[in-house]
């Protein structure tokens, strides 16, 4: 039947809006919507925990790798590190460094040496050169001292200029010039077969 009813009168048609369907329609996109919206949130929180614990795991790591690093090798044991082995015979300290009426060192004012006896071996397959750069003294401040050079006419004193061989083991001493007050044996020695000093072993001095 047309718009015409049997009466003559125009009937006009219900709007859209007004139709029962059309608000069904309108709840159902509605619905999917905000549940798109919220697993989209959910992903997005999920996504930024795993992160977070990747990056948790990450810093763990790389202190245990840190910590793996900072062997101690208690006095008269030997540590390695590398290629490199070392042991702590011996520590003294003295005002000034004599080894005869013409070869003699003093410290600066305020200052005396600690001198380190060490026994070096090289494990390797290839000579080492004992360079400075690879041994420190280091205090419970964290100050780091590197060693005096000693030029040694009797042979008392390591030389970084020596070289040694693989198989081969040299015992000398290693002088470091702090100041007067310091504990030395509250100090380490650490050593490390990298010369940019990577994972240094540390020996205890008491």
Same mark, same amino acid.
């Given at each position: 039947?047309?718009?015409?009813?049997?009466?003559?009168?125009?009937?006009?048609?219900?709007?859209?809006?007004?139709?029962?369907?059309?608000?069904?329609?309108?709840?159902?996109?509605?619905?999917? /919507?905000? !549940?798109?919206? $919220?697993? *989209?949130?959910?992903?997005?929180?999920?996504?930024? =925990?795993? &992160? #977070?614990? +990747?990056?948790?795991?990450?810093?763990?790591?790389?202190?245990?790798?840190?910590?793996?690093?900072?062997?101690?090798? /208690?006095? !008269?044991?030997? $540590?390695? *590190?590398?290629?490199?082995?070392?042991?702590?015979? =011996?520590? &003294? #300290?003295? +005002?000034?460094?004599?080894?005869?009426?013409?070869?003699?060192?003093?410290?600066?004012?305020?200052?005396?040496?600690?001198?380190?006896?060490?026994?070096?071996?090289?494990?390797?397959?290839?000579?080492?050169?004992?360079?400075?750069?690879?041994?420190?003294?280091?205090?419970?401040?964290?100050?780091?001292?590197?060693?005096?050079?000693?030029?040694?006419?009797?042979?008392?004193?390591?030389?970084?200029?020596?070289?040694?061989?693989?198989?081969?083991?040299?015992?000398?001493?290693?002088?470091?010039?702090?100041?007067?007050?310091?504990?030395?044996?509250?100090?380490?020695?650490?050593?490390?077969?990298?010369?940019?000093?990577?994972?240094?072993?540390?020996?205890?001095?008491?």
């Amino acid at each position: 039947m047309s718009e015409i009813e049997q009466n003559g009168h125009v009937q006009a048609k219900k709007p859209v809006w007004k139709k029962w369907w059309f608000w069904v329609i309108i709840v159902v996109i509605a619905s999917g /919507a905000i !549940g798109a919206s $919220g697993e *989209s949130e959910e992903v997005s929180s999920s996504t930024e =925990q795993k &992160t #977070e614990s +990747s990056n948790n795991k990450e810093e763990t790591t790389k202190e245990d790798s840190e910590k793996k690093g900072e062997e101690e090798v /208690a006095l !008269g044991s030997e $540590g390695q *590190s590398g290629d490199l082995a070392l042991t702590v015979n =011996q520590v &003294t #300290e003295t +005002s000034e460094i004599r080894e005869n009426e013409f070869n003699i060192y003093t410290p600066e004012s305020g200052a005396k040496y600690a001198i380190i006896n060490v026994t070096v071996k090289n494990n390797g397959k290839e000579a080492l050169w004992l360079s400075s750069n690879y041994i420190k003294l280091i205090t419970t401040d964290g100050a780091a001292y590197e060693p005096t050079s000693i030029l040694s006419v009797e042979g008392a004193f390591l030389s970084t200029l020596d070289e040694l061989n693989p198989g081969i083991a040299t015992t000398g001493n290693i002088a470091f010039e702090v100041p007067t007050g310091l504990d030395v044996t509250s100090a380490t020695l650490a050593f490390s077969s990298s010369s940019v000093f990577k994972n240094p072993v540390s020996c205890l001095l008491k």
